[in-house]
């Protein structure tokens, strides 16, 4: 498994509310609770908050911790990078579109795929052959086949398991479309590109496998 750093640092700064049975929130609720949380930890310089800000602040955009810190952002800031980095414009669009809640085994397929869990993310898209084309809640609209690519999906989700090649041979077996419309960055990119312009999935070392892969399957 591979976690880079600052995805690790993401995931210890939301654990306790992704711990807390998250699934359970609307929509809205879950990324106001995680906006909420975002600003108290740039209240105290904690430097994890700076990792989202800095990925997705429109405004602040690869800056550094120098300059993120001496901005005195507030919690609108907070929102609004929480609000793109799950998908939307702005908050307004969260709050008008998340009144509803998640679909909990859509949302366990997901971690069972970016855990590496072969086993049971088999059980789930056997039971359920719909799964796979079912798109995320989230303003991303990512579809299982979209996690694969470790790319413009939330930051704590973007884990590279060893078997990710052999996940994604999963679901374009149980029926997974690669060409499928998404909304990642705001501009349905190819699945291709995704993967090849995953930072995680280089350092992982599984760029030209997945590529490789899934080439086949849509050439087929």
């Not at 590279?160 to 679901?171: G, I, Q, R």
Request: proline share 5%.
């Amino acid at each position: 498994m591979y976690i880079a750093p600052d995805v690790a640092a993401v995931r210890q700064l939301h654990q306790d509310i992704l711990d807390d049975d998250w699934i359970r929130y609307t929509l809205r609720d879950f990324l106001a609770v995680l906006a909420d949380n975002l600003w108290k930890a740039y209240q105290r310089h904690d430097p994890a908050s700076c990792i989202e800000i800095k990925n997705c602040h429109p405004e602040y955009a690869g800056a550094e911790e120098t300059s993120i810190f001496g901005a005195q952002l507030n919690l609108e800031d907070m929102r609004l990078t929480i609000a793109r980095e799950y998908g939307f414009k702005n908050f307004d669009d969260v709050t008008r579109e998340g009144k509803y809640r998640f679909d909990p085994l859509f949302e366990l397929s997901v971690d069972y795929l970016v855990q590496g869990n072969y086993e049971k993310l088999e059980d789930i898209v056997l039971d359920n052959p719909r799964i796979v084309g079912q798109p995320s809640d989230f303003g991303h609209a990512a579809q299982l086949i979209h996690y694969t690519a470790v790319n413009g999906i939330e930051i704590w989700r973007q884990m590279v398991p060893d078997n990710l090649p052999d996940m994604t041979a999963l679901l374009l077996k149980a029926g997974a479309n690669p060409e499928s419309t998404n909304n990642i960055y705001g501009e349905n990119p190819d699945l291709v590109h995704l993967i090849d312009t995953s930072g995680h999935i280089k350092e992982a070392g599984l760029t030209h496998q997945m590529i490789e892969k899934l080439k086949r399957y849509i050439i087929n």
